[in-house]
């Protein structure tokens, strides 16, 4: 059973940084795609695929957070990383981070192709 869990969140002021990170278990993350994946609040389910990594660390991004947010997996450590900079109030969310065992080099780009998820990190941006 893939275990997922997250750390890093908490509050940063607009233009601020912080680094997520996402610890694995329970299967070969080299055989994994991993995405992070927010929920923003008063959006009810409404979840957007922020970033995505398949096992040979290609990325996939939203087009609206190119240039600001990179993913990372460190497989020799188990984790994954999300760096933001640059950050916006509207990057207000729960990020989660997920995974589905995928032996080809297409991720799912919907959060509905992920099997196993984090139990989420709050990031709070003011401005």
């Known amino acids: 059973q893939v275990q997922l869990v997250e750390s890093g969140g908490g509050s940063a002021q607009t233009g601020g940084s912080l680094r997520l990170s996402c610890v694995v278990s329970g299967e070969n993350p080299n055989n994994l795609c991993m995405a992070w994946i927010r929920q923003a609040p008063g959006k009810g389910r409404e979840r957007e695929t922020v970033a995505t990594i398949n096992r040979y660390a290609t990325t996939t991004y939203a087009d609206s957070l190119k240039g600001r947010f990179t993913i990372v997996r460190d497989n020799s450590k188990n984790t994954l990383y999300l760096q933001m900079n640059s950050l916006k109030p509207e990057d207000t969310a729960t990020y989660f981070c997920?995974?589905?065992?995928?032996?080809?080099?297409?991720?799912?780009?919907?959060?509905?192709?992920?099997?196993?998820w984090g139990q989420g990190t709050q990031v709070t941006v003011s401005s």
């Open positions: 997920a995974a589905v065992v995928n032996y080809t080099p297409l991720c799912p780009v919907d959060h509905t192709g992920y099997r196993y």
